[in-house]
């Protein structure tokens, strides 16, 4: 409600500086007709009125796309309040070049509905959605209404010029002048009805979702007074420029009062409700807003925050700082039960180690859980597969008392990361019917980053040609442990380059072995085979 209220200020303030600005300007051309500071205050407001409200929305609107349109929008206002003060400043000598000037405001009465139009389009969008392409054929009526009034004085079919009369400021409007005004209305209406299609759901007073529409129709219908008149009036309250951009930002602000447009207006009643311990903090680590829950955040713990974008506040809580626009926002993470699951997968992992079944009770329990007979066979298929594994894994653990224990764990994190990546293979395989290639690609390089975690300098080279068999996949994947186990998992460096063809390279003790793993075949010459 704080917020209501300040934008409520904020439209009040602006209304009346426009009505004092006209004021002003109409007092002034009666009585000081050579005032020469009258187009630059004028304009000097009206670019500061316009530049606040392109910046208000700014810092509320939040997709992408919306802003976008709605700042291309403000630009083309931006113009016609550039063309209006070179008229009223330098172009008033000439009448010519006045009323050629004149014909401009096509491209805002026109380019501004379609603008709404399609930043109306984007609501209920996220951030990366894109106006699609049979949208941009308004262009075409748009841009030919356009063309039809800057050459107006060729045809005469929007703006005709009575008998007899000489070169004036008049544009008495003709038949044709229905097209660009229909086309501008139809926009306007369109817009304002998808907003509120869009948004049927909201719980509003009817009374209330009337007034977008209500200003939306004040538009046209305040451009067909002016062509009543011929656009030469001698009073007004707000010239007809300021008039009509003034009643298309209401237009906006009024949705967004409403409710109908998202906003991010709401951040202080968010971190008022909010459970979650977090704070907004600026590029120094200075807090502007914070949760009840969000810890004392120190200088040393911002710093390391930025540097690797995670932080262990303390046991069983974590930080994590996620990038904003001019500064961070910085949350707390309840890691308590993922830390308590990893201290009970530790225990029973000792357990498992006394008595040598490790993955045999893992495979059984997930068995059990599982309560399928397809998956039990699977899980003994897996079983008898990697049991020469599993027995080494059984051999070491018994022997971890007379082998180093350097060697000891690297051989039970490679032979252990070997046997967990083989079985998800072939769980995969079984399930689906084939392997994609991106879970090769992750199997290989967790492998990998388990080697590099062991003291081995290993890569990953992935260059594949096309989609391999699953056969071939797990191929690969048992070739390279075989290599591992070969050299008894103690290599200098291994590279595992993926091409054509599948090579393994080891190096041991200056010693360099490459192994090509044969008969590759695409899954679509295997099925056609």
């Given at each position: 409600?704080?917020?209501?209220?300040?934008?409520?200020l904020?439209?009040?303030?602006?209304?009346?500086?426009?009505?004092?600005?006209s004021?002003y300007r109409q007092?002034?051309?009666?009585?000081?007709?050579?005032?020469r500071?009258r187009?630059?205050?004028?304009?000097?407001?009206?670019?500061?009125?316009?530049?606040?409200?392109?910046?208000?929305?700014?810092?509320?609107i939040?997709q992408?796309?919306?802003?976008?349109?709605?700042?291309?929008?403000?630009?083309?206002?931006?113009?016609w309040?550039?063309?209006?003060?070179?008229?009223?400043g330098?172009?008033?000598?000439?009448?010519?070049?006045?009323?050629?000037s004149?014909?401009?405001?096509?491209?805002?009465?026109?380019?501004?509905?379609?603008l709404?139009?399609?930043?109306s389009?984007?609501?209920?969008?996220?951030?990366?959605?894109?106006?699609?392409?049979?949208?941009?054929?308004?262009l075409?009526?748009?841009?030919a209404a356009?063309?039809?009034l800057?050459?107006?004085e060729?045809h005469?079919?929007?703006?005709?010029?009575?008998?007899?009369?000489?070169e004036n400021l008049?544009f008495?409007?003709?038949?044709?002048i229905?097209f660009p005004?229909?086309?501008?209305?139809?926009?306007?209406?369109?817009?304002?009805?998808?907003?509120?299609f869009?948004t049927h759901?909201i719980?509003?007073?009817?009374?209330?979702?009337m007034?977008p529409?209500?200003?939306?129709i004040?538009?046209?219908?305040?451009?067909?007074l002016?062509?009543?008149?011929?656009?030469?009036?001698?009073?007004?309250?707000?010239?007809?420029?300021?008039?009509?951009?003034?009643?298309?930002?209401?237009?906006?602000?009024?949705?967004?009062?409403?409710?109908?447009?998202?906003?991010?207006t709401?951040?202080?009643?968010?971190?008022?409700?909010?459970?979650?311990g977090m704070?907004?903090?600026?590029?120094?680590?200075?807090?502007?807003?914070?949760?009840?829950n969000?810890?004392?955040?120190?200088?040393e713990?911002?710093?390391?925050?930025?540097?690797?974008?995670?932080?262990?506040?303390?046991?069983?809580a974590?930080l994590?700082?996620?990038r904003?626009?001019?500064?961070?926002?910085?949350?707390q993470?309840?890691?308590?039960?993922?830390?308590?699951v990893i201290?009970?997968?530790?225990?029973?992992?000792?357990?498992?180690?006394?008595?040598?079944?490790?993955l045999?009770k893992?495979i059984?329990?997930?068995?059990?859980?599982?309560?399928i007979?397809?998956?039990?066979?699977?899980?003994?298929?897996?079983?008898?597969?990697?049991?020469?594994?599993?027995?080494?894994?059984?051999?070491?653990?018994?022997?971890?008392?007379?082998v180093?224990?350097d060697q000891?764990?690297?051989?039970?994190?490679?032979v252990?990361?070997?046997?967990k990546?083989?079985?998800?293979?072939?769980?995969i395989?079984?399930?689906?019917?084939?392997?994609?290639?991106?879970?090769?690609?992750?199997?290989?390089s967790?492998f990998?980053?388990?080697?590099?975690l062991?003291?081995?300098?290993a890569?990953?080279?992935w260059?594949?040609?096309?989609a391999?068999?699953?056969?071939?996949?797990?191929c690969?994947?048992?070739?390279?442990?075989?290599?591992?186990e070969?050299?008894c998992f103690?290599?200098?460096?291994?590279?595992?380059?993926?091409?054509?063809?599948a090579?393994?390279t080891?190096?041991k003790?200056d010693?360099?072995t490459?192994?090509?793993?044969p008969?590759?075949?695409?899954?679509?010459?295997?099925?056609?085979?």
């Open positions: 409600m704080q917020v209501h209220k300040r934008t409520y904020y439209i009040l303030c602006g209304f009346l500086l426009l009505c004092f600005i004021l007092v002034s051309i009666a009585m000081f007709p050579h005032d500071l187009p630059y205050l004028v304009y000097a407001v009206y670019l500061a009125l316009l530049g606040g409200w392109l910046y208000s929305l700014r810092i509320r939040t992408k796309t919306m802003l976008n349109c709605l700042r291309t929008e403000g630009a083309v206002m931006g113009f309040v550039t063309i209006r003060f070179l008229q009223e330098w172009f008033y000598r000439n009448v010519h070049v006045m009323r050629m004149g014909y401009l405001i096509a491209i805002p009465m026109l380019l501004i509905p379609l709404g139009f399609y930043a389009c984007c609501l209920a969008q996220g951030d990366t959605y894109t106006i699609p392409l049979r949208r941009y054929l308004l075409l009526p748009v841009g356009c063309i039809l800057l050459t107006n060729k005469h079919l929007m703006v005709s010029v009575l008998p007899d009369e000489s008049y008495h409007p003709n038949t044709g229905i005004v229909f086309c501008a209305s139809a926009l306007i209406l369109a817009r304002i009805l998808m907003i509120l869009k759901r719980r509003i007073r009817r009374i209330k979702k007034l529409l209500l200003i939306s004040a538009m046209p219908a305040t451009l067909l002016y062509l009543r008149k011929s656009f030469v009036v001698s009073h007004e309250l707000i010239e007809l420029t300021a008039k009509l951009f003034f009643l298309e930002a209401m237009s906006w602000e009024s949705c967004i009062l409403l409710g109908l447009i998202p906003v991010n709401r951040y202080p009643m968010v971190f008022e409700r909010s459970t979650v704070r907004i903090v600026d590029a120094c680590g200075d807090t502007k807003i914070r949760s009840g969000a810890r004392p955040l120190t200088a713990q911002f710093s390391a925050l930025k540097q690797n974008g995670m932080l262990q506040a303390q046991e069983g974590e994590h700082l996620h904003m626009r001019n500064g961070y926002l910085i949350y993470k309840d890691v308590s039960k993922i830390c308590a201290e009970e997968l530790h225990r029973t992992a000792e357990e498992l180690t006394q008595e040598g079944h490790l045999q893992e059984v329990m997930q068995s059990e859980k599982a309560a007979d397809a998956k039990n066979k699977i899980y003994d298929r897996l079983s008898n597969e990697v049991g020469s594994q599993l027995r080494d894994m059984t051999g070491l653990l018994h022997s971890m008392h007379t180093q224990k000891l764990y690297r051989q039970l994190l490679l252990g990361t070997y046997v990546r083989r079985c998800n293979l072939v769980l395989h079984q399930e689906s019917g084939t392997i994609p290639m991106g879970e090769l690609r992750l199997t290989l967790d990998v980053a388990c080697m590099n062991a003291g081995i300098a890569d990953l080279i260059e594949p040609e096309g391999y068999a699953p056969a071939y996949m797990i690969i994947f048992d070739a390279v442990e075989q290599e591992m070969r050299i103690a290599p200098d460096s291994i590279t595992i380059a993926i091409r054509e063809t090579e393994i080891v190096r003790d010693k360099l490459v192994r090509s793993v008969s590759i075949q695409s899954e679509s010459e295997t099925s056609a085979s």
